[in-house]
């Protein structure tokens, strides 16, 4: 009778990824929407000493808090602009595996450019092992 043959390490390393996409994957797309929807620590101390006034042109800052200089982000209306998709409500599931995925392929990309060729040859030519 013969022992089945063990996983090499590169089986083994391609399920623990494989498995880590699917966690990253299901937190990223079910549990961000249990996520709050108030502002995080950074926004509400930057508005700390303002209130929000509504105008004809829109929402207005006023008082005396450091959120009165900020200005909009280069990207703050692109297509996952404020963990939504295209800024719909009740996308920040979709957003969320797109930004897992987006971020799996460029570190995969990343560590496929700057992964080993192989095991070196030793002093005398040979392969090691």
Wanted: glycine share 16%; net charge negative; hydrophobic share 40%.
């Amino acid at each position: 009778m013969t022992r089945p043959a063990r996983p090499t390490r590169d089986r083994r390393a391609t399920g623990f990824f494989v498995g880590f996409l699917v966690v990253a994957l299901l937190i990223a797309g079910g549990l961000s929407y249990f996520a709050s929807s108030d502002p995080d620590g950074l926004d509400s101390v930057t508005l700390e000493g303002c209130s929000v006034v509504e105008t004809d042109a829109g929402e207005q800052l006023e008082g005396t808090c450091i959120a009165r200089n900020a200005e909009d982000h280069a990207l703050g209306s692109g297509p996952l602009a404020d963990y939504a998709v295209d800024g719909a409500d009740g996308t920040v599931g979709p957003a969320g595996v797109i930004g897992v995925l987006v971020t799996a392929l460029l570190a995969g990309g990343l560590f496929w450019l700057l992964r080993g060729r192989g095991t070196p040859p030793d002093r005398d030519g040979t392969s090691g092992s």
